[in-house]
């Protein structure tokens, strides 16, 4: 049966950045194991079946006028009627870091208007009988956030796993599932939010061989140093989100000697509306919310400052401290120069702790090694995106940033420094 809706007012702004190169979500799976691209589009199809917005595309209807910028744009549909397959393309190439090339390829090319889905996935191997290889994955944001990419790995490696079998599924969804404005936090406002929280950037810094590119810099706290990491956060009654905050501030309270900073926080909200979802619902269901630090020099001090304005912004009205709207002419009065002078910065840090993502090591024939996950940042963005995952009993970390912005050198140093602190307990 096919479904078709109109995009909600946030999947409309991630759509419509989308289309410009910004936010594009990107997910890379890097799996040991030889893999068959007929058994991987014969996976992708059979997910596409399980979940409409997988077989959605994005049709264009009626003109919407703004008194500001974007001044017109046409209201965007989803529909289910012709869309094609996932597109799957296969890439040989000898080189073993040839998927890098492909991730800074995907990660500035949005995914072209018409019938096709909203997803697209390139293998990278070395050859066809190659025992490794890398899943490129690259969505449009408006259908897709950390815990749709999750799922949409480990069924795709259930899968791949046992093709034959009949692993645990989740029910077959049939039609699109809501968008996030129909939850009671985030029904339409009349007039402007009652709060506006400016931006607080990182110092403008040289960057050596500056491009237009978004990069990413991995690291992984063993389980030993997480479990010791848990325990301290439950004893000082805060959070993991909290606390990884507190990890970054306090790298870049040490680096740049600022006092305070802004945070921009990705939250989940499929349990906090009034139409609960179903924990297996694949789209786009997180708002994020800037919330203001006090940095100290007291680990502790500040993640609980930063678990508790983010719980209370969540309490009070998330909509006031939202970004993922259409700006207002308060944004661009206040933040289109400094944005303009800092690259395309629009604060110094995202911070997205996403749980447990679920996936194992182990997938019948095959081993997952590790996953890259980041959002474009080269149009623009925070100077550094945090994207924080429990894997295999550790805490796994890709921290993005865009390379007209910061250098290598800097975001390793800032990175490195954090996750000591958070080694550390504090």
């Not at 979940?51 to 017109?72: C, D, E, Q, S, T």
Request: some cysteine; glycine content about 8%; hydrophobic content about 40%.
């Amino acid at each position: 049966m096919d479904e078709t809706r109109p995009l909600g007012e946030k999947e409309q702004l991630l759509n419509h950045l989308h289309a410009r190169g910004g936010l594009i979500a990107m997910q890379v799976l890097h799996v040991r194991g030889r893999l068959d691209p007929a058994l991987v589009e014969d996976a992708l199809s059979r997910l596409q079946a399980r979940h409409p917005m997988l077989r959605a595309h994005i049709r264009y209807g009626k003109i919407i006028w703004r008194r500001l910028p974007p001044f017109v744009h046409r209201l965007p549909w989803f529909d289910t009627a012709g869309t094609t397959e996932i597109p799957l393309r296969v890439l040989d190439d000898p080189d073993p870091d040839a998927w890098r090339e492909v991730f800074a390829t995907e990660i500035r090319t949005p995914i072209p208007k018409g019938n096709n889905p909203r997803l697209r996935i390139t293998l990278v191997r070395q050859s066809p009988d190659a025992d490794t290889g890398h899943l490129v994955i690259c969505a449009d944001h408006a259908t897709l956030d950390a815990r749709s990419a999750h799922m949409l790995a480990r069924q795709l490696l259930e899968f791949l796993a046992d093709p034959a079998g009949s692993p645990q599924q989740p029910p077959l969804h049939t039609a699109l599932p809501p968008p996030l404005e129909a939850c009671s936090h985030h029904r339409p406002r009349g007039g402007e939010t009652a709060t506006y929280t400016p931006a607080i950037r990182l110092p403008e810094q040289p960057v050596p061989d500056p491009r237009k590119e978004t990069r990413v810099v991995a690291r992984y706290l063993g389980p030993d140093a997480t479990a010791r990491l848990g325990a301290a956060v439950k004893a000082h009654r805060t959070t993991l989100h909290g606390a990884v905050t507190a990890a970054f501030l306090l790298a870049v309270r040490e680096r740049y000697r600022l006092d305070a900073m802004t945070v921009l926080n990705t939250v989940d909200f499929r349990r906090l509306g009034e139409l609960p979802l179903p924990p297996e619902t694949f789209g786009c269901y997180v708002d994020i919310l800037r919330t203001e630090h006090a940095i100290t020099g007291d680990f502790w001090a500040t993640a609980r400052d930063a678990s508790f304005k983010l719980i209370a912004a969540m309490a009070r009205d998330p909509e006031s401290f939202s970004i993922m709207r259409f700006p207002d002419w308060r944004v661009y009065r206040r933040e289109a120069r400094p944005t303009i002078r800092h690259n395309g910065r629009i604060d110094g840090l995202a911070v997205t702790t996403a749980g447990e993502s679920g996936l194992r090591a182990g997938y019948g024939a095959y081993t997952l090694e590790g996953v890259t996950r980041a959002v474009s940042l080269h149009l623009f963005g925070p100077s550094l995106f945090v994207i924080a995952n429990e894997w295999l009993g550790g805490l796994d970390l890709s921290v993005g940033y865009a390379a007209t912005a910061m250098s290598e050198d800097e975001v390793r140093w800032l990175t490195d420094n954090a996750v000591d602190r958070l080694g550390n307990g504090g």
